[in-house]
Each structure stands twice: as C-alpha cells, then as structure tokens.
C-alpha cells in the first residue's frame, strides 16, 4: 500500500477564521509524521468536496479530515456514502485502502489530532523521541542556517520550527537508531549557533521559564504597560503559582497615569514623548521606587495603525527592565499589523526579562 498521507481542511472560505491545520500539521510532526500533501475544499460545494475526494481516495494510506464543528455531522455522512462504509466509535473509517480520520475544531471533539496521529504510529511501528529548543529574537535567515549545519551532522533527525510572534519552538524529532554522538554533536552546533536567543531546552512556554528563574532567585516583578495593554502580565498570571514571585501590573496608557501611578516626570514626556527611551526607563523607575518588587518590566511604543501625532514611526517599541542595581532600555522597530506589534513587544518584554534575571 502507498504509505503516502493527505489532510483535507474542509473550511468556510468566507469567515477565514478556520487555522486548525496549523496543530494538526505540528502534532503529526512531532510523533514523526508528516503529510505529503494538504488539500483545502470548501465546506458547502457538493462538487468540490466530491472531486477532492476522487482526487485523492486510494492514492494515500491515510486521510485526515479536519472541519468546523458547525459542519462535522454532514461531512461524516457524506464521506460514509462516498466510501460506503460507516465510521467507528472513534470516528475512524477504512475500506481496506485507505483510512479515513475525521476530526473537527470543537474543543470536545472525540478524536483529536494527537489521537490519530498516536494511532498511524503505533500502526506503522513509528520510533521517535524529541528535543526541544525555545527561543525568542531569532532571524529567519539565521534559524535557517543554524537547522542547516544541524542537518548536516545528523542528516536523521527531522527539524519542525513553529513560531509564534517571535517566540520559537525548534522540535527536534529522531528515531533510535540515530548515533548519540552525531546528536550530540548536531545539539551543540545547533545551541551554539542561537546561544543568545535561547530560553529553555524544553517544551514550556516563556512565562513558566520566568516563573522558575523568579523561583530560583527568590524575587518579585512588578509590570507597568502602555500599548501592550496588559498583554505582559497576563502571560505571567496565566502560570499557575505565579502568585508567589508576582506583585503587581499596571496599564498606565495616558500620561497622567504614567505621572499620578509611576512618578514619571512631566518634563521628560512633554520633551521626549510617551514613546521613548528616558519615559521607558521613568516607567520601570517607578515601580522599583516602591520598594515592592526587585524586578520590574515596562512597556511603551505605538502599535498602529497610525501614529501619536508625532513623526515617531508605527512599529517603534521601548522595552525596560530594572532591578535596584540598574534599569536597561530596549530599542525595536517592528513591522506588521497592530497584533502582531503588541504580541511580538510582549515576547520581547518577558524574554528580556529572563535574560535580567540570568
């Protein structure tokens, strides 16, 4: 049989707000999977879906179906008549060729990509561990060339990058029979060529590795944001015991509240502006005058989609992080949309923050 593998994304082409593919394609990848093609239909074209299937029905071992919840009944009984065969309890349907996995958004749903891609491999008798890289501030050009030289000396081991906002997860996934002195040596190329970018060589997210090192060294932080809008702390109240090193967070958007909350000087906002360097460093200032914490973050910059009235460009962030001893500021001018600003400055802020406590 062709051991070749599709996932069929039946999605609302209107909405555009069907992503799903991205975790079923990352969960399949980690157990050392991989789809030799992704197909997308619309889910209300009886046509389309029909000439999708003909498509690819018999051409591959497996075919994993992924389609809103809204439309999950009639998708399950149209691929039943099509295949002439019924799905199990696990809503898993072969005709001897072919197996069909079906499995929609909805956080309840009974087969969840995980579970497919567990099932395809224990069937195929597929071996893999995994090693994880976290890290934030990563060039693509540069993350391209360090999996490059790691391919090179342990050409076995398959890289999967997901990236979020700057924060990237590099999964390392490897079989058994790959040598442990080739993946030593691909492990220590690989975290020497992004040594500075690094956070954590394992699967947790940046506000956990925070919350250890807050742990570790025995210290409280206290936050103070503007544009992120309180995007910072909640990456830290989202740990669970964070309550144990976190003090406070402050949304002080309007310069009277960066005054009135912070003791930022009236002067150095009406001369710099919001967004600046010395209003950055007012901002973290104040919340370690307090006395209240050992570690503080803040936050300013203009996310868009138009500037404050200055000739400050879209995109411009300042980033400082402080403890009694001193307060560092951080310059960045980031490209995109509103969202992707914001999420990529708040990365930025946490990782900063690490990197302080380090």
Request: hydrophobic content about 35%.
């Amino acid at each position: 049989m062709n051991q070749k593998k599709c996932l069929v994304v039946f999605r609302n082409k209107k909405l555009k707000i069907f992503d799903r593919e991205n975790k079923c394609v990352s969960d399949f990848a980690s157990k050392g999977i991989y789809f030799d093609r992704i197909v997308y239909s619309a889910f209300d074209d009886t046509e389309e879906i029909t000439r999708c299937l003909n498509e690819i029905h018999g051409a591959y071992s497996d075919i994993v179906i992924l389609c809103p919840y809204v439309m999950y009944d009639s998708v399950k009984s149209f691929c039943e008549k099509f295949i002439d065969g019924q799905f199990d309890n696990f809503d898993v349907l072969t005709d001897g060729r072919t197996g069909v996995y079906l499995i929609s958004s909805d956080t309840d749903s009974r087969l969840k990509e995980s579970d497919v891609a567990s099932i395809i491999s224990k069937r195929d008798n597929i071996s893999h561990n995994s090693a994880y890289i976290k890290t934030v501030g990563v060039e693509p050009t540069a993350l391209v060339s360090a999996i490059s030289k790691a391919k090179e000396i342990c050409p076995e081991c398959d890289f999967n990058v997901s990236d979020s906002y700057s924060d990237c997860t590099i999964e390392i996934v490897y079989s058994d029979e790959v040598l442990k002195s080739d993946f030593d040596n691909m492990w220590r190329t690989l975290i020497g060529e992004l040594n500075e970018h690094i956070y954590a060589l394992e699967n947790i997210s940046l506000g956990e590795r925070l919350f250890q090192l807050l742990q570790l060294r025995r210290m409280k932080i206290s936050v103070a944001e503007s544009f992120t809008g309180g995007g910072v702390a909640k990456r830290l109240v989202e740990v669970p015991g964070i309550s144990e090193v976190y003090f406070e967070g402050l949304n002080t958007y309007s310069n009277e509240s960066k005054m009135k909350r912070l003791g930022v000087d009236e002067l150095i906002l009406k001369q710099y502006g919001a967004v600046s360097e010395q209003t950055a460093y007012g901002m973290a200032e104040g919340l370690l005058k307090t006395g209240d914490c050992n570690i503080a973050v803040a936050t300013t910059g203009i996310a868009g989609p138009k500037s404050d009235n200055t000739f400050k460009p879209v995109g411009l962030v300042y980033i400082a992080v402080g403890t009694e001893e001193s307060v560092s500021v951080y310059k960045y001018e980031l490209n995109g949309g509103r969202k992707k600003i914001t999420e990529t400055a708040i990365n930025l802020a946490l990782f900063h923050t690490f990197k302080k406590l380090k």
